[in-house]
């Protein structure tokens, strides 16, 4: 069955739920925070992350995570289940 924002974010799938009229301001306020973080830590942090992910038997998945979206996204089927919902109030 398909799990909404709130209940994602309850069951900590989700970081963050917001209302699509707020998702821009969210963004830019996680963009905000990382970009203030210092860029040494930020890189050990990556670096970190890529080796243990290369250590993982399916290798970097931060990577394979896109490159899986991108070809889910040339199914019609696919981008219709990724599309977001649009709620009607």
Excluded at 17 to 39: C, Y
Excluded at 41 to 55: D, E, I, P, S, V
Excluded at 64 to 88: L, Q
Aim: proline share 2%.
């Amino acid at each position: 069955r398909d799990v909404d924002g709130s209940r994602a974010e309850d069951w900590g799938m989700a970081h963050r739920a917001v209302e699509l009229a707020e998702l821009d301001e969210e963004i830019d306020r996680w963009v905000r925070e990382i970009l203030d973080k210092p860029e040494l830590a930020l890189h050990m942090a990556k670096t970190n992350l890529r080796g243990y992910a290369q250590r993982a038997a399916l290798g970097d998945a931060s990577e394979a995570d896109g490159d899986m979206i991108a070809v889910a996204m040339r199914s019609a089927g696919a981008r219709n289940r990724f599309a977001m919902p649009v709620k009607k109030t």
